[in-house]
């Protein structure tokens, strides 16, 4: 094959190895385009799969206090950072309803970790099952391990939200962030 021909050939291949990347793109961009996100501002409701929810405050604490404020027998090794957020939730039909607290992601600006939901039963009691009997109001809260320079994430300036649906539409919920000194 001469020079000229392998010249004609490489462009060719490189072009349609470009058009094929180009189609995929597009077609994938039209299968799934852009969700739409949702963010409910601090004290406000939103209700998602019948369950209503209100995120109130987040709270900062070592897993030694977790461990001594809920009586955990060590549940979490010590020198790890939690955030502990508190929800009210109330289920808004006359059929029991599952709450989606395990679906639940916390971010801040970049940063974002999922909660703990084995967690759930030393902050919610032993027979919290994430389960609402019909009208049931209560407060639940989940627990985030803070894999992160926890100063660092408070400094930031940027909002605490929980993420509680991804795709395709995001609902997000900002909530204050306290710290105990």
């Known amino acids: 094959m001469s020079r000229k021909n392998r010249k004609w050939l490489v462009i060719v291949l490189i072009v349609l190895f470009a058009g094929g990347y ?4 597009y077609v994938l ?7 739409k996100v949702t963010t409910i501002p601090l004290g406000e409701t939103v209700e998602y799969d019948n369950v209503k929810y209100t995120a109130h405050r987040g709270r900062f604490m070592t897993a030694e206090e977790f461990n001594t404020r809920y009586n955990t027998d060590d549940y979490y ?3 790890t950072e939690l955030l502990v957020v508190q929800f009210d939730l109330k289920n808004t039909t006359n059929i029991e309803q599952k709450i989606h607290l395990s679906d639940m992601v916390v971010q ?11 967690s759930l039963w030393y902050l919610n ?3 919290f099952d994430g389960t609402l009997s019909a009208k049931e109001q209560t407060t639940a809260s989940i627990v985030v391990i803070v894999n992160t320079n926890k100063e660092k994430l408070l400094n930031s300036g940027n909002e605490w939200k929980v993420r509680m649906s991804e795709y395709p539409e995001r609902l997000e919920m900002v909530f204050p962030v306290e710290v105990e000194e």
Do not use: L
């Open 77 to 79: 090794d010590k020198g």
């Open 29 to 35: 961009n039209a299968t799934f385009p852009k969700g």
């Open 22 to 25: 180009i189609f995929r793109f």
């Open 108 to 118: 801040c600006g970049s940063w974002a970790n999922g909660e703990d939901y084995y």
């Open 125 to 127: 009691g032993n027979d």
